[in-house]
């Protein structure tokens, strides 16, 4: 048997070493960066297990595809069969490639018929380790594959879990569970990303924060279902596996067939959870298909008038959206054929009559007239019964014959997998974006998959690739529009989707309060930028909660903004206020959506601190969150971590609606004419803050002198 031999892949925070031999590598590390020439033979031979006592007569260490009958504990990576047999192989190498940063690794199984490939590469700016795997069925009958799983090491200090879970309007909340033998286990069966689901799992020593502690993440590209698996074995290794769920049956390889496993794309932090989400951010940055324009500031009609379209009215919208310096115009949910209400029309994407009688492109025309682009809003991969294209195809919907589909807001799914559906969809939508004058499309999804049949079989996986397909064909066709990923909210948010589309819609629940938690957890592995963040009514329609319009507009500040308001019925008040929070945001939004995130660790659990520092550090927008009333009488000092420590900033309140000076004695010395003070001194010492009410908030602009 050949020696294993060892190769590092560096980047300036991160070093990941693979062992090579003769059957599937293992990384013998994945975490803090080595220094270059470290002794890799070395580490090798040091991290080398012992036997283990009353256990099998030889090394069963953690590769990247742990194989069961190599002993190894963990979950196996392939797992799969041939009716029955060829269910336990094992993996010799048979080719290596490697480029700068790259390296993929080829073995076969020629007994079992199977081919496995891991593509390795740890991206140089973000340090983001990207793995992907795929099977081939070299053998002579079908291979059914259950799973496919690169499997990651995760170290013993590892000992506490998060993963984020939630609902609709509650999306993204962190969940913590210790790390004990055993495994924390997420699955996801409801067809898309899911709210209930989100696709990544943390792990790093017990009780880190945003700033302290070892941190590992990994996440699945992957917008069906998935299963996420942090497990401690009885050996006492650990592992993270990010995979494809796959349904009883639904994926048999034919025959010199291959199936690509969703990218794990996976994040290591020295010190806590806002390095970690930096090497997120910074990977999705690089994504070829992120725009590098300013993020346009839009209008979003579903809150304002929800399915009431009337032309006089959405334009008289659109004139106030333009007078308070909006830029982008979203017709939401209501502009088609028969669409009154969410029980009729999914399906019929053909503007109506009855609503439009002089056609859509007479609304288009006055937006873009205004000096605004024009935004539709579609679900395509949905049907109501009460519909044209169900009448006329019943048969076009996910299902299993015999059985009835059920129902979630009164619709059903459209079957992408087939072809006369594909190409239906396709061309509706390409027609709409050749007619009209349309820069930007808010694609929803609105309901998860139960009993998704594909010709009976489940079709949950190619129901997902086609609709990356279908997307893929219109960014071709479209290159310019962008595109929003929607599902009732945040139930479609991952780095598959954010390839082919430009923002995700977090939440439909705009009340700002329960939008800085959602926006927190959201915030772990999207960039400022792709969150879709609006300023609602005075009163939230999920919660009926009332916030200020100062409250509201802090909270929006820091994504993707716009107003989801009928502001032909706000006050000129609210429009004023309304129109200085833009002019606010554009000031700082190459800052806001270009800078690093930090989140702080304020011990008070009644508040959030969270910033973004521009690159460089020579400048940065935070906000003090009080979320309920602080059980102390005057707020702790507030540390806003991040900064340049060598630099001196001029902190200054950002002026939000409203904002009035503070009575004085419940307002510190620097409250109304800032401060210059140093970077070190505010990140290690602090300020006083002002006494805040309950759901208010502040901003603060820092300029390096
Ligand atoms: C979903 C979306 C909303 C809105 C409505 C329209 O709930 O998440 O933003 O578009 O559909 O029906």
């Not at 979950?75 to 069969?81: A, D, N």
Request: charged share 20%; glycine share 10%.
């Amino acid at each position: 048997m050949p020696a294993a031999t060892h190769e590092a892949l560096h980047t300036a925070g991160v070093t990941v070493v693979l062992e090579l031999g003769a059957g599937v590598p293992r990384i013998v590390h994945w975490g803090a960066r080595l220094p270059d020439g470290v002794d890799l033979a070395a580490l090798g031979t040091g991290v080398s297990s012992a036997l283990p006592q009353s256990g099998y007569d030889q090394r069963t260490d953690l590769t990247l595809l742990p194989q069961h009958a190599s002993g190894e504990f963990a979950h196996p990576g392939l797992l799969g069969h041939r009716s029955g047999l060829d269910w336990a192989p094992v993996f010799t190498t048979t080719a290596v490639d490697r480029t700068d940063g790259h390296l993929a690794w080829h073995g076969a199984d020629e007994r079992a018929g199977l081919a496995v490939s891991i593509a390795v590469d740890l991206h140089p700016g973000s340090g983001v380790l990207t793995l992907e795997g795929s099977v081939t069925n070299t053998g002579a009958e079908p291979y059914l594959v259950d799973r496919l799983s690169p499997t990651l090491p995760l170290p013993a200090q590892a000992t506490e879990v998060m993963t984020l879970s939630g609902r609709w309007t509650r999306e993204f909340q962190a969940n913590r569970h210790p790390l004990h033998v055993g495994a924390v286990v997420r699955e996801n069966r409801f067809g898309h990303t899911s709210s209930e689901s989100s696709p990544t799992i943390f792990a790093g020593e017990p009780g880190f924060t945003e700033a302290g502690g070892e941190v590992w993440a990994a996440h699945l590209a992957w917008s069906g279902n998935h299963a996420l698996r942090a497990e401690l074995c009885a050996d006492g290794r650990g592992y993270l596996q990010a995979a494809e769920l796959l349904l009883p049956g639904e994926l048999v390889l034919a025959p010199g067939e291959t199936y690509a496993a969703p990218a794990i794309h996976a994040a290591y932090s020295p010190r806590g959870l806002t390095p970690l989400s930096g090497a997120f951010h910074t990977f999705v940055r690089s994504l070829p298909g992120q725009p590098k324009t300013p993020r346009k500031v839009l209008l979003n009609t579903w809150e304002a008038v929800y399915m009431e379209h009337d032309p006089a009215a959405l334009m008289a919208l659109a004139d106030r959206a333009a007078e308070v310096g909006v830029e982008r115009y979203v017709l939401d949910d209501g502009w088609f054929r028969g669409r009154d209400d969410d029980h009729a029309a999914l399906g019929d994407w053909y503007v109506d009559e009855g609503k439009y009688p002089e056609g859509l492109g007479v609304l288009v025309d006055h937006v873009t007239g205004l000096g605004l682009e024009f935004g539709l809003w579609v679900e395509p991969e949905m049907v109501n019964p009460d519909s044209d294209l169900y009448r006329e195809h019943p048969d076009w919907i996910l299902g299993i014959d015999g059985y009835t589909p059920i129902l979630s807001r009164h619709q059903l799914v459209l079957d992408l997998g087939r072809d006369e559906v594909y190409a239906y969809l396709l061309e509706r939508l390409d027609a709409l974006l050749t007619e009209f004058a349309i820069g930007y499309v808010k694609w929803d999804m609105n309901r998860h998959l139960a009993a998704a049949g594909h010709h009976g079989h489940p079709g949950v996986h190619l129901q997902t690739l086609r609709l990356y397909a279908l997307l893929d064909e219109l960014g071709r066709r479209h290159p310019d529009v962008e595109i929003e990923s929607c599902a009732s909210g945040g139930a479609r948010a991952d780095l598959g989707i954010l390839r082919r589309t430009q923002r995700i819609w977090v939440s439909d629940c705009n009340d700002a309060l329960e939008r800085q938690q959602i926006q927190r957890g959201f915030s772990y592995v999207f960039p400022p930028e792709v969150m879709g963040a609006h300023i609602g009514p005075t009163q939230s329609h999920t919660t009926d909660r009332v916030h200020t319009l100062a409250f509201r507009a802090a909270t929006a500040f820091f994504g993707h903004l716009g107003l989801e308001w009928n502001l032909s019925t706000a006050t000129e008040e609210d429009r004023a206020g309304i129109a200085a929070v833009i002019a606010l945001h554009k000031g700082v939004r190459d800052l806001l959506h270009t800078g690093t995130i930090v989140r702080g660790d304020h011990p008070d659990p009644s508040a959030y601190v969270h910033g973004v520092v521009a690159a460089g550090g020579g400048e940065a927008v935070f906000a003090y969150v009080q979320l309920r009333s602080s059980a102390t009488t005057v707020p702790l000092q507030v540390r806003l971590p991040g900064l340049d420590p060598a630099r001196a900033y001029r902190v200054e309140r950002m002026q939000l609606p409203g904002d009035g000076p503070q009575p004085g004695k419940l307002a510190p010395n620097w409250w109304d004419d800032g401060i210059v003070i140093g970077g070190a001194t505010l990140s290690t010492v602090g300020l006083a803050f002002a006494v805040h009410h309950p759901e208010s908030a502040t901003l603060l602009h820092l300029t390096a002198v």
